[in-house]
């Protein structure tokens, strides 16, 4: 089962030091800044993005501090950590198989959830003829996805109850290490409320965090087995529809790419935005990291490209200044163009 602390032991080993601690709680909350989408990229651990949204910073901190407490990573600079061999250790024996997708489907967890806890209080109450009773979920978008889906169920309203139950039993038990009763538990039917995560959490004698961190694990893993065969699951196909990757560029790089396209280059764009260049060569990483079809190569030439790789690979390492070091012809936007581009 996966733990907060397994998750940020393993997101730290993954940044080798490159990154500061806090890169791992941005990249938990899912904060949709330039280098916390880069990082995300470079380094592997896009699954983790924004799986922990309402982490606070006081709890990350006391979540560090055990981990430093027993040994398993140690401080190495300001505001740095390093895993240590007894944190690899753990880690190795601990760290689970798991089933986050934070990047492709953050945006539609809570959605989904909202989707489903509603779907199983209006069958439950339906299977025993239930009509008084106050709706989980509030949304008035969820409540008008649930009429559609009603209105488009081709088998009877009391059926529904089977199928889906059917329907969820098949999915878990094709899950390795997955304890349904996470998210069950927090389910309200008919003459039954939900658990609040905390009464849950303490039900299955979980700490409340690795409970969070759970669920949203049970649940990605149900949105992707679903979207992966929805005619094997089609009452549960339902709960995913509509569910298209929007566009993950932050706003003020739209503008910057809308301008790029126009013709104008990075100094023109940031005089004409009143931004410095500064943070239009992060909207570049940006593109190069997210937009498939996004070229880099009039900003740096093909065989600097490869040199560049290979350094990076060569010495093992994200450093940009250690890859300069190396690479006296290369700009630090060239080296990190590469990365983005090519360096996972």
């Known amino acids: 089962m996966l733990q907060l602390k397994n998750v940020i032991l393993y997101c730290l080993k993954q940044l080798n030091n490159e ?9 938990l909350n899912g904060k949709k800044s330039s280098q916390t ?4 990229h470079l380094f592997s651990i896009k699954e983790f993005f924004g799986i922990y949204e309402n982490l606070t910073r006081e709890t990350f901190d006391q979540v560090t501090e ?3 407490k027993a040994d398993y990573i140690e401080i190495c600079g300001n505001q740095r950590y390093q895993i240590t061999i007894l944190g690899l250790d753990y880690l190795e024996h601990t760290f689970k198989e798991h089933y986050l997708n934070g990047w492709n489907l953050h945006s539609f967890t809570t959605l ?19 009509a008084k009773y106050i709706p989980i979920q509030k949304s008035k978008v969820v409540h008008n996805w649930l009429k559609s889906f009603l209105k488009e169920m081709s088998i009877p309203r009391k059926e529904i109850g089977r199928g889906l139950f059917s329907e969820l039993l098949k999915c878990f038990d094709e899950a390795k290490n997955l304890d349904p009763s996470i998210v069950v538990f927090r389910l309200t039917g008919y003459q039954r409320i939900g658990l609040t995560p905390l009464q849950a959490a303490r039900k299955l004698n979980m700490d409340e965090h690795d409970f969070q961190i759970e669920f949203i694990n049970i649940l990605h893993y ?8 929805k005619n094997r699951f089609m009452l549960l196909a339902f709960l995913t529809k509509n569910f298209e990757k929007e566009n993950e560029l932050t706003l003020s790089s739209r503008k910057t790419l809308n301008l790029l396209m126009q013709g104008y280059t990075a100094e023109e764009i940031a005089a004409a935005r009143n931004l410095k260049l500064s943070t239009i060569d992060d909207h570049l990483v940006e593109f190069a990291l997210q937009l ?3 070229s880099i190569d009039p900003f740096v030439d093909l065989e600097l490209q490869q040199q560049i790789l290979e350094h990076s690979r060569r010495i093992g390492t994200r ?4 890859i300069k070091d190396q690479l ?3 700009t630090y936007l060239q080296i990190r163009l590469v990365l983005a581009k090519h360096g996972e």
């Open 19 to 27: 990154r500061t601690i806090y890169s791992i709680y941005h990249l």
């Open 37 to 40: 989408i880069q990082d995300a």
């Open 66 to 68: 055990e981990l430093d």
């Open 112 to 130: 989904f959830w909202e989707r489903l806890s509603l779907l199983i209080q209006v069958t439950s109450n339906l299977v025993y003829q239930e």
């Open 222 to 229: 149900l949105m992707q087995k679903i979207m992966e065969d």
């Open 292 to 294: 498939e079809n996004f």
């Open 319 to 322: 450093q940009l200044k250690l």
């Open 328 to 330: 006296k012809s290369a």
